[in-house]
């Protein structure tokens, strides 16, 4: 591992905080009525996939999980949206009423959530919108906090911290790149 690089916690440990998340979402919504889980494309798609496997081996029972892109919902794209390539969002489900948990790999200043919520709003009005992430970085530039926390990393605005994921999806590692 090159020195400029940390490893915040390996696959191992990633598995166990997203356990930890799965029981904390059980735990707070009273078990699994009317929850969904909607992951941010990609690694929060992949994220959302991992919690969902844990609900289900936790409950018996399986959950409901959509992804949603949001290319064009950022506030940074105009005028350069050739530089982004547009994902698919996939909620084949209603959001009508629904617990919805969005899931992300790594908070950082909140400008992804607030487009992942624009995005969710126009597939639907749900109950509520829980936020569940891997790592909080901090350096919040909107007022946006998340629910469910794998670890908070305290960082400097220079680096940089990156979810990295095997060919499965799952994650493997989590590095702290200075």
Do not use: W
């Amino acid at each position: 591992m090159n020195a400029d690089k940390t490893v915040i916690l390996d696959g191992a440990g990633a598995k166990r905080a997203l356990t930890r998340i799965a029981h904390e979402i059980l735990e707070r919504n009273k078990g699994l009525s009317d929850i969904v889980l909607i992951g941010i494309r990609s690694g929060g798609a992949f994220l959302a996939e991992a919690i969902a496997q844990q609900i289900t081996l936790i409950e018996g029972e399986s959950i409901l999980v959509g992804a949603v892109d949001i290319t064009l919902y950022r506030d940074d794209v105009s005028g350069h949206l050739p530089h982004h390539q547009v994902g698919k969002t996939d909620i084949p489900f209603s959001l009508e009423g629904k617990k919805v948990i969005l899931v992300d790999d790594v908070l950082f200043t909140g400008r992804t959530i607030r487009a992942a919520m624009d995005a969710l709003m126009d597939h639907g009005r749900p109950q509520c919108i829980q936020l569940a992430v891997l790592i909080d970085r901090g350096h919040r530039e909107l007022p946006i906090r998340a629910d469910f926390v794998g670890r908070n990393v305290p960082t400097s605005l220079k680096e940089n911290v990156q979810v990295l994921f095997n060919a499965d999806n799952q994650p493997i590692e989590v590095v702290l790149e200075k």
